[in-house]
């Protein structure tokens, strides 16, 4: 792939950036799925942590910029504000985790369409479960990217609560006016970047577009102490920006809304997994509500407890 190079006309003019640490053979998946983008980037900026494999130089060699940095150095928010800042000629910054594969060509020229709008700051694409995905996987991309586009604005926080703001980092693009005007990436949040752009965006009347018809295929098939630890994570980041729940509502609610969801879709696909659903559950929210009391816990216990113990150093 070549940045500018054929393809579609493209909307805007658009850096895509990937964050990369050893993808190995998913490598080869996503410079095929890049190439046949009908929407071709002007940069494409690839911030490597290190990586032991060859994915530095396929990257190179399909027109990326590598950057390589220290695994130590990597950071959610810092890192995609240092790419953003290697790309200064681009109107939009579209990201693209590593493991993140889009679905079709039309995938980055549907996306980039939602800034049209003048007004749209962000836009994120649906995620579709990867092939093998069990049900619980299933389910939680099917609950969080629906079929039908939306866009989102702060007058929505009443209705959605922290729906709001919901955005992804695996797939999602920001308009560079509006992301440098709320100050760009936060430099050490401990995950949730995206959520605190999101946020920051909606506050300052810029709205959020939801592209269903823009899709990757991604997904992650959690352990259930994967998930107390992404959730303790969450936790964390809630109890550290607390203006999210002022503005937008507790995360509790959401969290009961997915349940029934869950509870609703198993009963009729998968009722065996129903009883490994509600442990999973109870860690999370045990995970979470730990996360939001982080202040008052040791430093040791919260590095193990931690999915991102790098934060902590």
């Given at each position: 792939m070549a940045p500018g190079g054929a393809g579609?006309?493209?909307?805007?003019?658009?850096?895509?950036?990937?964050?990369?640490?050893?993808?190995?053979?998913?490598t080869g998946s996503l410079l095929a799925a890049l190439r046949v983008q009908t929407a071709q980037p002007h940069a494409f900026v690839v911030i490597d942590s290190s990586s032991t494999d060859d994915s530095p130089e396929r990257f190179r060699e399909s027109g990326a910029a590598v950057h390589v940095i220290e695994r130590s150095a990597f950071r959610h928010g810092g890192t995609r504000q240092r790419s953003v800042e290697l790309a200064p000629e681009a109107e939009v910054d579209l990201f693209l985790t590593q493991d993140a594969v889009p679905a079709h060509p039309e995938a980055f020229e549907n996306l980039l369409q939602a800034f049209a709008d003048p007004k749209v700051g962000a836009a994120f694409g649906r995620q579709l479960p990867?092939?093998?995905?069990?049900?619980?996987?299933?389910?939680?991309?099917?609950?969080?990217?629906p079929?039908?586009?939306?866009?989102?604005?702060?007058?929505?926080?009443?209705?959605l609560g922290m729906k709001t703001f919901f955005i992804s980092n695996s797939f999602a693009a920001y308009r560079r006016e509006a992301l440098l005007a709320v100050g760009g990436f936060p430099p050490d949040v401990i995950l949730s970047e995206d959520s605190y752009v999101s946020a920051r965006l909606l506050l300052a009347d810029w709205k959020v577009a939801y592209r269903a018809d823009a899709r990757v295929h991604h997904s992650h098939a959690y352990g259930p102490l994967e998930e107390l630890r992404r959730?303790?994570?969450?936790?964390v980041f809630h109890a550290r920006e607390p203006w999210i729940?002022?503005?937008?509502?507790k995360a509790e609610g959401e969290g009961g809304r997915?349940?029934?969801?869950?509870?609703?879709?198993?009963?009729?696909?998968?009722?065996?997994?129903?009883?490994?659903a509600l442990w999973r559950n109870g860690l999370k929210?045990?995970?979470?509500?730990?996360?939001?009391?982080?202040?008052?816990?040791?430093?040791?216990?919260?590095?193990?407890?931690?999915?991102n113990r790098g934060y902590w150093q």
């Open positions: 579609g006309e493209c909307p805007v003019r658009f850096a895509l950036h990937v964050p990369t640490l050893n993808p190995g053979p998913a990867r092939s093998g995905a069990g049900p619980l996987e299933a389910h939680a991309r099917l609950f969080n990217y079929p039908h586009s939306r866009v989102k604005q702060a007058a929505d926080a009443l209705a959730y303790f994570d969450v936790g729940r002022e503005a937008f509502g997915f349940l029934r969801s869950e509870w609703d879709y198993l009963w009729r696909r998968g009722r065996r997994h129903l009883p490994g929210f045990a995970g979470y509500r730990l996360g939001l009391v982080e202040g008052v816990l040791p430093r040791r216990l919260k590095v193990r407890i931690s999915m």
